[in-house]
T-cell receptor, first 113, second 114 residues
Framework: GENVEQHPSTLSVQEGDSAVIKCTYS??????FPWYKQELGKGPQLIID?????GEKKDQRIAVTLNKTAKHFSLHITETQPEDSAVYFC????????????FGKGTHLIIQP | NAGVTQTPKFRILKIGQSMTLQCAQD?????MYWYRQDPGMGLKLIYY???????DKGEVPNGYNVSRSTTEDFPLRLELAAPSQTSVYFC?????????????FGEGSRLTVL
């Protein structure tokens, strides 16, 4: 089955700096890669996703890049703000049925004032 | 819209007790899921359902049961609770299959088994 590795587990950056979180996946058949943000005491919420026919996608301060050859994808957050502090999860599908999302273990992003 | 609603938010069980975590969604989604989240381990799929009357096992189904009698409700049953079931449980739903579209999560149910 699919295996998703996520790094780092904790990332601390100064407010205004950029943050990058990286994920690798194992199943070359995967073609959907979402990112979820989980704030303290809440459920995860989709912030951006990318499909295998696209190399990069941007939404304001958030961007995701995908390298299918190397089987890795990354989340980039620019001009970080205090409200960006949260746990971020990457995920990948395996092209299978409804259970096809495999999640990484999460990155705790801390924005230092 | 309430979205995905989970009850209870917190519960303490003794070893061997049973309980049901409730999940309801008001978005008319066919797909529903139960995940558990353990510290530093991400989200693991317990059970999922593609529509009323249809359920299937995920990655970690042992010790749990589900039913889906209506589109709206997807309760998770814990039989003979064990300390290993101490976790935060999330219910989610989606309009299309979870590997093609957005999952909408509830706020979670924190369960402690002592």
């Amino acid at each position: 089955g699919e295996n998703v590795e996520q790094h780092p587990s904790t990332l601390s950056v100064q407010e205004g700096d950029s943050a990058v979180i990286k994920c690798t996946y194992s199943d070359s058949a995967s073609n959907y890669f979402p990112w979820y943000k989980q704030e303290l005491g809440k459920g995860p919420q989709l912030i951006i996703d990318i499909r295998s026919n696209v190399g990069e996608k941007k939404d304001q301060r958030i961007a995701v890049t995908l390298n299918k050859t190397a089987k890795h994808f990354s989340l980039h957050i620019t001009e970080t703000q205090p409200e960006d502090s949260a746990v971020y999860f990457c995920a990948a599908d395996s092209g299978g049925g409804a259970d096809g999302l495999t999640f990484g273990k999460g990155t705790h992003l801390i924005i230092q004032p | 819209n309430a979205g995905v609603t989970q009850t209870p938010k917190f519960r303490i069980l003794k070893i061997g007790q049973s309980m049901t975590l409730q999940c309801a969604q008001d978005m008319n989604h066919n797909y529903m899921y139960w995940y558990r989240q353990d510290p530093g381990m991400g989200l693991k799929l317990i059970y999922y359902s593609v529509g009323a009357g249809i359920t299937d096992k995920g990655e970690v189904p042992n010790g749990y049961n589900v039913s889906r009698s209506t589109t709206e409700d997807f309760p998770l049953r814990l039989e003979l609770a064990a300390p290993s079931q101490t976790s935060v449980y999330f219910c989610a739903s989606s309009l299309t299959s979870g590997n093609t579209g957005e999952l909408f999560f509830g706020e979670g149910s924190r369960l402690t088994v002592l």
